[in-house]
């Protein structure tokens, strides 16, 4: 007998972290193109945060950053580092897999018609520094998930479909063990900013999850979200269990999106957050929605884990101060400094992927536990670079401390054999 739960997987945030400004539609990448950044305390932050959360009594598990810069990406493209123009050659540094839950789209055992846990590497196509993740991340998903009679783990959706993974999909539940409904957001193109997912991908992860009609919702993210800067649906909606929280402008037709969601799960908990309380630009700025919506051991509902940016945002605070006093499913509220991560459009909720599974099933050196962050943490602190301006992206002894850096994680991980 299995023991399903959920386990949040956070992307390690690697040595090569920068502000490129890679992003179209991504304010916070845009803003801070050139700004100097700094790993090692990027990475600190984000091992800060899986630390919070295991005090919290839940799952945790991590990814190791892929080997950046992608000097075979650039093979493929007939450059060298060197030689490369700068936006391709940041493009080959980006340590942009901290974004786990762009990692793939999970579908957990009790929804598929094989009751295996499905997961699709997400093909990231629409962003140039993200498009070459794929193939590193699925070699992790492979490893980590290699189990073959409990996960099938599918490579990517061909071209010219985009596909962003989790990051545009959410789940509805009793409890994270039974089966869901499983809802996934697509945007059009059309507007100022590109759509990354789109719905010819959605449908088709579903169909190779094994999915039940009845038990799948596709939905349009409005036009006007993305061009305010909600380049993914977790940017303005989150869902756990049996609550959905999101903002009023979230979605494009939201009045038949909520009724089909009422038709398919009728113990919902829609929680609207309206527009005339907290703008959709405060909703992007603080990451409201960009929380990681968990349900705590114990009976202790559901709570929050918020970036600094929310409790900072005044028309953010007070409404969930308002929230949290009042029935809601939502009780607790935990802001997290993940700042570094912030500044390149990443929140708590982009950092991790949630699989449904029981922890025994994978593979142990992906499962976080304190003296496991603690010797991850010591490595950070010896090897991450303390900063890094994008123009020193040419510069060969970074590039060999960057190599270096990886490899002592790998290696402190036991996970050398990622790079086989
Ligand atoms: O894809 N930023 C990421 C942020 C991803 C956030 N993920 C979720 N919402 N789930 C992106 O836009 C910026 C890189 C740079 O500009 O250097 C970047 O890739």
């Not at 989150?238 to 939201?254: C, G, I, P, S």
């Not at 028309?315 to 009780?331: D, F, H, K, P």
């Amino acid at each position: 007998m299995t023991k399903l739960q959920e386990i949040n997987f956070d992307g390690i945030i690697g040595p090569s972290h920068n502000y490129a400004g890679l992003s179209l539609g991504n304010i916070a990448s845009s803003t801070n193109a050139g700004e100097a950044s700094y790993p090692r305390e990027a990475s600190l932050q984000g091992i800060a945060k899986m630390r919070h959360n295991i005090d919290l009594g839940l799952a945790q598990g991590f990814f190791m950053p892929l080997d950046r810069p992608n000097i075979g990406w650039l093979d493929t493209l007939g450059t060298k580092i060197k030689e490369a123009e700068p936006h391709i050659r940041a493009a080959a540094y980006s340590a942009s897999s901290m974004w786990a839950a762009n990692a793939a789209t999970i579908s957990p055992a009790p929804d598929s018609a094989d009751g295996k846990c499905h997961m699709t590497v997400a093909n990231l196509q629409t962003m140039p520094h993200r498009s070459h993740e794929w193939p590193g991340t699925l070699a992790q998903l492979r490893l980590a998930f290699g189990h073959q009679d409990h996960f099938a783990v599918h490579g990517p959706i061909p071209s010219p479909f985009g596909d962003e993974g989790a990051a545009n999909h959410m789940r509805l539940c009793r409890s994270h063990g039974e089966a869901g409904v499983e809802i996934f957001i697509y945007g059009k193109t059309g507007g100022p900013f590109p759509a990354r997912q789109h719905v010819e991908s959605s449908k088709e992860v579903a169909r190779k999850h094994g999915l039940q009609d009845d038990r799948v919702i596709f939905a349009q993210q409005s036009d006007r979200a993305i061009a305010a800067g909600a380049f993914h649906n977790d940017v303005v909606a989150v869902a756990n269990e049996q609550v959905l929280f999101a903002h009023e402008e979230a979605f494009e037709q939201r009045e038949e999106f909520y009724a089909e969601v009422g038709r398919k799960f009728p113990e919902v908990e829609i929680i609207t957050v309206p527009a005339d309380k907290v703008s959709l630009a405060d909703a992007i700025k603080s990451y409201l929605f960009n929380a990681q919506l968990v349900t705590l051991p114990d009976n202790g509902g559901m709570a929050l884990i918020l970036p600094t940016e929310a409790k900072e945002t005044k028309t953010v605070w007070s409404y969930l101060q308002e929230l949290v006093a009042g029935n809601s499913a939502i009780r607790k509220l935990c802001p997290v400094d993940v700042r570094q991560s912030m500044a390149n459009g990443g929140g708590p909720a982009c950092l991790r992927l949630r699989v449904v599974a029981d922890p025994t099933l994978v593979d142990q050196r992906f499962m976080a536990t304190p003296s496991k962050l603690d010797a991850i943490a010591g490595v950070v602190e010896r090897y991450w670079p303390q900063t890094i301006m994008p123009d020193q992206l040419t510069d060969a002894g970074l590039l060999v401390e960057i190599q270096k850096a990886r490899r002592a994680l790998l290696e402190t991980c036991a996970l050398t054999d990622l790079d086989n």
